[in-house]
């Protein structure tokens, strides 16, 4: 069986194909990433929100009952809140890293 998935454009574009409260994580995630990491550029790379600053920095990307975070691999429960401390970290550590 043949599946289609749908190509996106931008970040806006990503999150708004999701439910309300999924949108409101991802709006967290989003926010916690820029605030982070206010320079880096914000794409779309492999069908999923990317955002570069020196190197990669951090993705993202919405699974059945998770949001998988990238590099790394973290897993975030759909059903529990986002810890904005823990996106900040992984994308300060990765900040330093891609300064070095």
Not at 81 to 91: A, F, G, M, R, W
């Amino acid at each position: 069986m043949k599946t289609t998935q749908r190509t996106f454009k931008t970040v806006d574009d990503y999150i708004s194909s999701f439910s309300p409260d999924i949108r409101e994580k991802l709006d967290v995630i989003r926010k916690t990433i820029k605030k982070a990491a206010p320079k880096a550029e914000e794409s779309i790379s492999y069908n999923m929100p990317a955002y570069k600053q020196n190197g990669p920095l951090i993705y993202f990307a919405v699974f059945k009952s998770h949001i998988g975070l990238y590099p790394g691999s973290v897993k975030l429960p759909l059903d529990e809140s986002i810890k904005p401390k823990t996106i900040s970290d992984l994308v300060k550590h990765q900040l330093k890293r891609n300064n070095k």
